[in-house]
């Protein structure tokens, strides 16, 4: 299992299935995670406020 928690504490689980390992066998598991900067809102395009009627 897998499980994820962020700033807030919250948490997400998810089950990796390996299948069945039989006496003598290995497996062999690799993590990786990957990390970016959102962009700032000075790269989004402007939006106009509009009055609906």
Known sequence: ?????NERGEET????????????EERKF????E???PSIM??????EDVALS
């Open 13 to 24: 689980r998810h089950v990796v299935g390996v299948g069945a390992i039989q006496p003598g």
């Open 35 to 37: 990390v970016f900067a």
């Open 1 to 5: 299992m897998v499980s994820i928690t």
């Open 42 to 47: 000075a790269d989004a395009p402007e939006v």
């Open 30 to 33: 690799t993590v990786a995670v």
